[in-house]
């Protein structure tokens, strides 16, 4: 699969403006740039109903920044989008002007519309989520039914932090009542009632990285945390003691969301109460990614995005190019169970990235890129279980280096993808990391025996350092083992 160019977004937002910048495999492009301005152009805006001066000189300067990055980086395929402050702002119209005089073409999108980029953004990287999405930003609310990979309703509502402002009893009696009535008008309740509630939104992922650090969470991710819904109550004490905290003592916190956070953790409680879901979801992806992935056809939506990921890195990274889906194939014999059979392919596809390592330290590198890659569409346990794959293919052995990491996944699976482990690496040492010598050769199971088949007049692929890790594999599946010509 070819990599697609390199393409850009920006997103003018009601308190950031902000521009990423993307490559690699179109299903799930890589981030390779990514900066973030607090213009704040929402704010003051219920009051006044415009954009205010300064606000917006902020903004500007921001945008004359990135194009020029942009034009350096040779970005070809740029889009941007506006959306609540500038498209309700009564100036807004004149902020336009001034965008374009920049040489950008940007576009305004609805509250709808916005909501409907929300919930293809949680798709594009949860394949499979099926729930209610909540994407707060700075001056609204926007929430989408999604499931069966399609965006069923969205709703925009004015409710976003800074329009919201530092909550007091009054503040959050008057919230209780509209966000109630707007909801209770949409039917989203009914829908979103005992399924997953999906955050959207950077003020929503800092109150997960509060709840990550409360909890002393050994996997510092927060794409696919999950949180009981019980949590939101949990965090009051912590956020209420935030102002008397040195921000550069909170790890995994910047200080600019401090503010927001007293507003961001009130939205979602009285969400959580009103719609009671089943429990909360983090998603690092939003409006940007759904725009994106909106603009594919169905048939590159419905690829995998954790193997179309593990695939471009593996090409990148491999000595002799792409060979993880043969590996995965050689091996798949002697793994009849089909659960988790995605993660073994990707655990395969990226068998041989730490090479370049020193030998010392490939596992704890294949370790590395695991658990704290830019993956989607895989939880923490299933993190974990490609990780003890890639330790033991990268001649870490079979117990994980990190109990308390190795906690959040099955003891089973963990000792299943051990043994994928060891399958991977007996492959990659008879193969020498080549496709060709893989074909011609064969790894099976039959009851209790493992067997490795090679061909006639090239027996000599069975040295001892493959007899070796023959043996370790069988032996780790309760199996005897021998080699056979033919």
Known sequence: MAASKPAAMIDIGSNSIRLVVYAGAPRIPSVIFNEKVLAGLGQGLTETGKLAPAPQVRALAALRRFRLLVDEMEVDDLHVLATAAVREASNGGDFLKQVRALGFDPEVISGEEEGRLAGFGVLSGIPRADGLVGDLGGGSLELADVSGGKVAKSISLPFGVLRIGPPDEKTEARLRKQLGAALDGSG??????????????????????????????????????VMAPSRPAELRRMIAGLDRADPATISMLTATR???????????????????????VVSSFGIREGYLFSRLSRRKRDRDPLIEAARFAGRGLSRFGEHGD?????????????????????????????????????????????????????????????????????????TFPDPAVAALCDPDRLERAATWGLAMRLGQRLSGGLAVTLERTRLSRHGDLIRLTVPKREEALYGETVDRRLKKLASALGCRSEVAVA
Not at 194 to 222: E, H, K, N
Not at 259 to 265: E, S
Not at 359 to 386: C, K, Q, S, T
Request: overall charge positive; proline content about 7%; hydrophobic content about 50%.
């Open 188 to 225: 989203l309740v009914q829908r979103g009632r005992g399924r997953p509630f999906y955050m959207v939104g950077g003020s929503w992922r800092a109150l997960a990285r509060l709840d990550i650090i409360s909890r002393d969470y050994p996997l510092p991710i927060t794409h696919q945390y």
């Open 258 to 280: 401090i503010p927001t956070l007293p507003a961001a953790k009130l939205v979602l409680s009285v969400l959580v109460d009103a719609v009671r879901p089943s429990e909360l």
């Open 326 to 398: 043969l590996l995965d194939r050689w091996i798949a014999p002697i793994f009849p169970e089909t659960a988790d059979a995605r993660l073994r392919l990707a655990a395969c596809l990226l068998a041989d990235v730490a090479w370049q390592a020193h030998p010392d330290f490939r596992a704890e590198r294949g370790v590395e890129m695991a658990l704290h890659g830019n993956w989607v569409g895989i939880d923490a346990a299933g993190r974990v279980a490609i990780a003890q794959a890639l330790f033991s293919n990268f001649g870490g052995g079979r």
